[in-house]
């Protein structure tokens, strides 16, 4: 059962930048699809982007589209996300997790490996 472990949330104005990762406790890393959630307060937990398990293919959710980028890097069993251009929506915890499932995982449900989150704010 793979671990989940993220770092690099914080406090950033608008415009700025942050680099979002999760570390992974098992070698087998590359055998999950990965992806990002972020959660808002009063609002549900929403797809931000996911990336298959070589690495090849990603999808984003269309309010970071252009501004985020995921990658994840199978030899050090960790996944990134890229922020930038961030903007006061932004505001989340963001969620790594890892599925089982094969194809474009893009629902909550698809996932069954969850970290324990790490608080982005980013101020106007």
């Known amino acids: 059962q793979v671990q989940l472990v993220e770092s690099g949330g914080g406090l950033v104005q608008a415009g700025g930048s942050l680099r979002l990762s999760c570390a992974a406790s098992?070698?087998?890393?590359?055998?999950?699809?990965t992806g990002w959630f972020r959660q808002a307060p009063g609002k549900e937990r929403e797809f931000v982007g996911a990336i298959t398990r070589g690495g090849l293919n990603i999808y984003y959710a269309d309010s970071v589209k252009g501004r985020f980028t995921m990658s994840r890097d199978n030899a050090k069993n960790t996944l990134y996300l890229q922020m930038n251009s961030l903007k006061p929506e932004d505001t989340a915890v963001y969620y790594c997790a890892a599925s089982n499932a094969w194809g474009r995982p893009t629902l909550r449900n698809q996932y069954g490996y969850w970290g324990q989150g790490t608080q982005v704010t980013v101020s106007s």
């Open positions: 098992e070698r087998t890393f590359s055998s999950y699809v």
